[in-house]
């Protein structure tokens, strides 16, 4: 009675487990930057560009008319925990905030973790893939990494009209236009592609919710 009780426990922890990937933490981050990016484009969400920033810098994602708001994503913190010999977790924090005119500015949101997952921008999506400038040195707890790359998924950003983005086996991406026509990137282009600027930005308050927007 005793095995089969232990049997049908045993079934249940199979069951309940969660689905992991066929990487490590550890061999994803020993890995290179267009690797991960190709399993989060497979496993999270589909991608129209990428950033890499560091702590306190951000970037512009502009509406498709002046009309509309303009989104600015700021890496606020970039880290690794480790658990003595492997690293165990990755937390990327960023803040979000709706900009007008370029002058005007309401804080939209803050995610505390947007490492290997999506989270809301405007009509779009952005998702921590990868980290870098960290140590790797044997030891336990949080360590800051200098940079982490953050994607986007933006439907209405201008000049991000992308259906579709591949990585090819020799390291070249390639991206699928809205209107069915591709264009080969190098992974280098691909980070800047889209109209996009990393800039660091400061917010200065005036009443309520409303900033001021400083550029520079």
Do not use: C
């Amino acid at each position: 009675m005793k095995k089969k009780a232990l049997a049908v426990f045993v079934l249940f922890l199979i069951v309940a487990a969660p689905t992991v990937g066929a990487w490590s933490l550890k061999d994803l981050l020993k890995g290179t930057a267009s690797h991960a990016l190709d399993l989060f484009t497979r496993e999270v969400m589909p991608v129209d560009g990428y950033k890499g920033l560091k702590v306190g810098e951000g970037f512009w994602i502009e509406g498709e008319h002046f009309w509309n708001p303009d989104y600015y994503v700021q890496l606020n913190d970039s880290r690794v925990y480790w658990s003595y010999l492997v690293p165990t977790d990755v937390d990327v924090k960023v803040q979000v905030w709706k900009v007008y005119l370029g002058i005007f500015a309401f804080p939209y949101a803050t995610y505390d973790d947007i490492w290997w997952k999506k989270e809301k921008v405007g009509d779009g999506w952005i998702g921590a893939f990868f980290v870098w400038d960290f140590s790797w040195r044997p030891g336990h707890g949080w360590r800051p990494a200098g940079k982490a790359y953050i994607a986007y998924n933006l439907p209405s950003a201008q000049d991000l009209n992308v259906k579709n983005v591949t990585i090819l086996q020799n390291g070249s991406v390639q991206v699928l236009f809205n209107d069915n026509t591709t264009k080969l990137l190098s992974f280098e282009e691909f980070e800047g592609f889209g109209n996009m600027t990393v800039e660091n930005v400061t917010f200065r308050h005036l009443v309520g919710n409303l900033y001021l927007v400083k550029r520079g």
